[in-house]
């Protein structure tokens, strides 16, 4: 197994690493400096539960031996319970002060990290020893498994690779054409820039044709300071959710859309753009946070100066993205082709969005975006209402685009290799793991069923796809024989799923090198009502007619509703509750939200019954139970 596979399959441990990995500034206690010669320093309060956990701290068990890794080489230390019970204090009285808890890293009884650290950190060691604390650089303390730590020196400042990395700080001068300068230096263009200011700001599209906004930066401040700040944002680390308050103020003028961060998260609600988090935790610095999404934006109220107030409130998501390239933001803001914006652009969060041509497929020089659809894929993961067989062929796009196909595919030249991205695969089947609970959605799937499939691609052996091209006169398709090939259509599930395939590398020969890649969709497409139908031979056209007019016979003034009728219905709402804002306010009518469930779905008259609705194929819809109650209620 490959060292990507064994990544992806230990994702669970990656994630707790995340959980436990933290930046911290030294102070002189770190190098044992000053009276204390301390030797330690106090770990950041979020990261606690997780250290309790992971070294199994407690009253009865206050210190463990950890491991820390200085330039690929091994030093022990200890990581420490302390709890401070404040009985021996020299001003005030024990009663005033609350008895509190701290997890400590300690190395004063080992002097060979003492010298280690001293050594890799000799520029913070000598400026400490200076006293001059404002220019110590921060670290951090990346966690490897098996109680093991890595220390890092901090080290942002490389023009040739501006890449903002979550955890790590970055010189914040407040002005962007100082060379110095890495947040606003990195992101500023003219015309689309960010001010030297807190809270939400802009980013503007410089794109041909556009003047909203393209992307948002936040910035969240934790540095002691005289300002008045109301807003309490919280960042959930256990999954990765943030809370953000709006711009709004106690002002005797202003309401909240008179704030301009507030106007600017209402643009990003109908927009999909990105939106990147910093932490300012002390003065002309900041941490990047990563990179979001937005799950919900509402209005709520909260109290400012003694006064209540309504500000916008915004749930954020942050995508598995650790990195964001700089370049790509700037390309973002600035190109107007759809394949230049997204080169070297967040993967995770790029699968989040939908593409820029809401339910086609996309074609550029140098990727083909396809989505999968029921007709694709083998039958376990069909959709439930799907009646067809299935077929090995994708359709990529129209016959009249063969031409930029072919030449995307360099001719279908006969030295082309084509691989899957095995990695990218488990990773999709670990977002899609739920879909296989949701028995009701398709044909046969299970948790079985899913352990199979994921088993199937970590043992995949050969990642080549045979890949040719089929074409009728309307429909432009690829294909292929080989066992990747037969996998992607076993595991992609309808509706959600993205094929991406991205030219890796060209030959001297003319060939290509590509690899083809499956990710989640950004939300769910609707289905094709015909999708996965099979086809209608003219023989059948008597049939066909005959039970159309078996149907026009279902008496309309009946309760009753015939097999044939509800079929019908069941494929035109793609067996999906339609409850939308005219039942349930909480839905957005802007997006033409609806409920969705698929979960004890039944028949309702539109018209209801009683009022004198017809029992026809244009006053039947699915709802769920509980919006179905809903609207009796309302009914009676």
């Not at 206050?62 to 009985?87: D, G």
């Amino acid at each position: 197994m490959n060292n990507k596979l064994d990544q992806c399959r230990c994702v669970g441990l990656i994630v707790s690493d995340d959980a436990l990995t933290f930046t911290m500034t030294p102070k002189k206690g770190f190098f044992g400096i000053g009276k204390s010669k301390a030797e330690c320093f106090t770990c950041p309060k979020a990261i606690y539960p997780s250290l309790k956990q992971e070294f199994d701290l407690s009253k009865t068990n206050l210190q463990q031996s950890a491991t820390l890794v200085i330039a690929n080489e091994e030093y022990p230390f200890l990581v420490r319970l302390v709890n401070m019970n404040r009985t021996k204090v020299r001003k005030l009285l024990p009663s005033k002060l609350i008895k509190r808890e701290t997890i400590q890293f300690s190395w004063k009884s080992d002097p060979q990290t003492q010298s280690k650290i001293k050594e890799y950190l000799a520029g913070s060691y000598s400026q400490l020893l200076d006293n001059n604390e404002a220019t110590v650089d921060p670290v951090v303390f990346r966690y490897c498994g098996n109680k093991r730590f890595k220390l890092e020196r901090n080290e942002p400042d490389d023009n040739n690779s501006q890449v903002f990395k979550i955890g790590i700080e970055y010189r914040d001068t407040g002005k962007p054409t100082s060379s110095e300068d890495k947040f606003m230096g990195w992101i500023n263009l003219e015309g689309s820039g960010i001010r030297n200011a807190g809270g939400i700001r802009g980013l503007k599209s410089l794109r041909t044709g556009h003047s909203s906004l393209d992307a948002l930066i936040l910035v969240t401040s934790h540095k002691p300071g005289n300002l008045h700040n109301p807003w309490d944002d919280k960042i959930d680390s256990s999954d990765s959710t943030m809370f953000y308050w709006g711009d709004a103020k106690q002002h005797s003028d202003k309401g909240m859309m008179d704030f301009q961060g507030n106007r600017y998260l209402m643009e990003a609600k109908e927009n999909q753009i990105p939106i990147l988090h910093f932490i300012r935790n002390r003065q002309s610095y900041v941490e990047f946070s990563g990179i979001y999404v937005m799950q919900n934006l509402e209005t709520k109220q909260m109290t400012d100066q003694g006064k209540t107030i309504d500000n916008l409130f915004v749930t954020l998501e942050r995508t598995q993205d650790r990195t964001v390239n700089c370049e790509w933001l700037r390309d973002w803001r600035t190109k107007d082709d759809w394949a230049e914006r997204i080169k070297n652009g967040p993967t995770d969060w790029l699968s989040r969005i939908k593409p820029k041509k809401t339910g086609s497929n996309i074609q550029s020089e140098d990727h083909i975006v396809a989505n999968i659809p029921s007709s694709f894929v083998q039958r376990k993961i069909k959709l439930a209402n799907d009646r067809g067989n299935g077929e090995a062929k994708l359709y990529i796009g129209p016959v009249k685009n063969k031409e930029g196909y072919e030449k995307f595919f360099c001719n279908w030249h006969p030295m082309n290799t084509y691989e899957l991205d095995q990695v990218d695969l488990l990773l999709y089947l670990q977002d899609v793991e739920l879909e296989f609970s949701k028995q009701s959605k398709y044909k046969a799937v299970s948790k079985k069923l899913y352990h199979e499939l994921f088993s199937k691609v970590e043992r995949l052996d050969d990642n080549r796809i045979d890949l040719t091209y089929h074409e009728d006169k309307s429909r432009y398709y690829i294909r292929g024989t080989s066992e990747a090939w037969k996998l992607i259509r076993q595991t992609c599930l309808p509706l959600i799923t993205t094929l991406l395939i991205e030219v890796k590398s060209s030959n001297s020969d003319g060939s290509c090198d590509y690899v083809v890649r499956i990710l989640r969709s950004g939300e769910e497409r609707a289905a094709n009502p015909t999708s996965g139908m099979k086809s209608k031979s003219r023989k059948k056209r008597s049939q066909r007619k005959a039970k159309q007019t078996k149907f026009k016979m279902t008496p309309e003034d009946s309760r009753t509703i015939s097999d044939d009728l509800k079929d019908r219905v069941w494929r035109r709402d793609q067996g999906m509750c339609q409850a939308n804002y005219k039942l349930d306010s909480r839905f957005d009518k802007n997006t033409g939200e609806i409920c969705g469930s698929n979960e004890n779905l039944e028949f309702d008259h539109i018209v209801p019954f009683s009022k004198g609705g017809k029992t026809t194929y244009r006053n039947l819809q699915l709802l769920c139970r509980t919006h179905n109650r809903i609207k009796s209620d309302r009914e009676i």
